[in-house]
């Protein structure tokens, strides 16, 4: 299935458990709107030329899922003060590129806001096999702009090919770390596979994963 210049206000998604049954977005606007929920989702899908906003979670790269050329931001305000947000989530083999990402939601207390631009967590299974290649990560409201997929403490720590190479991270007066504390978290140059290759602060020079 193939979406294509449309304005999609909610979701589109398949299953985690799904298999075979991905599908195309291109040329789109993803409206979630202002409430919890994960506009593009989760499994075997395409994402290409297309802009999410609203949401806590604007794209969730579960399994074997290509998101390029696009842009995630604007998730919404939760006034409950429940919701971790995020731009896109990795799991496994996924190829992320050349988009422009980031998590600009506001902290609403006492837990809601953003964690990353780009998160992945070893909560439910190994984070492995992705490229995150040529993205603009824009700065966020969050502790860091990207996570690595090695979280100390995850039932799946052992994250493996991920590879981040020639990606730029944004960075301002107001956040000189892109995020609040860093760049980049939880990556682990030592894992088997990982590259770490050509990333780059908006203003020059060269971002370090440590």
Known sequence: MTIRNS?????????????????????????????????????????????????????????????????????????????????????????????????????????????????GYGDFATVENNLIERNMFLVTTGGTCAYGGSSSGKAYSNANRIRFIDNVFQRTAARPNCGYWFPIASFDSSAPGNVWRGNTWSDGGVVKPG
Do not use: K
Not at 95 to 110: E, F, G, L, Y
């Open 7 to 119: 304005v999609i206000n909610g979701t589109v998604y398949n299953d985690e458990a799904s298999n075979g049954l991905g599908f195309t977005i291109v040329d789109s606007e993803v409206r979630i709107g202002n409430r919890g929920g994960t506009g593009i989702g989760n499994v075997g899908f395409t994402a290409l030329r297309v802009e999410v906003t609203g949401g806590n979670r604007s794209i969730n790269c579960w399994r074997n899922c290509t998101v390029r050329d696009s842009y995630v931001h604007g998730q919404f305000t939760d006034l409950s003060g429940v919701a971790h947000e995020s731009g896109i989530r990795m799991g496994s083999g996924g190829v992320i590129s050349h988009n422009t990402i980031t998590c600009d939601a506001p902290d609403v207390p006492p837990d809601a806001g953003c964690s990353a631009g780009l998160t």
